[in-house]
């Protein structure tokens, strides 16, 4: 993952496989996602065409699209400003979330005889066992995209695939894991083995219980991020 701030200077041979719009776009939204442009932060065009190599029109088909897909907004007298959400829009993300994801816990415990699902669940946990020793912000982000990841397979339901990943503030994602401390992350990971616990012993209602509980532990995190990562 580059650092907020990297060089993303590429070669021209490296777009051959891609149009120079969609390079752009996909460019921009990894810095997005990785935390290179926080929310609010405002895209400088003559800063983009430099680091990406493109002219301004194939960048501006790129801004324009990202703002289709409520990634940036192209503000007026500013120009395209990666996205924010309102704090109410964060709270409704969470409420979804802790629905879809309750679901997922409560189907993985369900299903866990089918298969190779109690190999794959063992696997998580003792891979829970190698990521608290002080693994810092991005292992955290690695670890945490993975259990979920293994929940949604165990629960071996598509469209909860698809709704999950459509809930998403990309850009606020990204400083969100950044407010938990240390304490915060370990008490997060206790919490993944205590849901990937339930869901091994085939207890449907303690690891939705416990997904529950996990989540709105997020939300309530999420609120206490700072006024500038949210649209008032």
Known sequence: MQEPGQNMTVTLREKTSQTVVDYAIETIKMGIYDGRFAPGQRLIEADLTRDLQVSRGPLREALRRLAADGLIELVSYRGAVVARPSRDEVAGLFEAREALEALAARRAAERIGEGDNRAIARRARSELSTSRDGA????YVRENQRFHDTILTLAGNIHLQRLLAQLEFPAFRASFFRVFDEAERAASL???????????????????DAMRKHVRRAGRLAQRLPDSLFRS
Not at 136 to 139: A, E, L, R
Not at 196 to 206: L, N, Q, T, W
């Open 136 to 139: 810092g912000v991005d292992g």
């Open 190 to 208: 206790t919490e993944h083995g205590t849901i990937i616990g339930a869901i091994i012993d085939g207890e449907p209602k303690r690891a939705e």
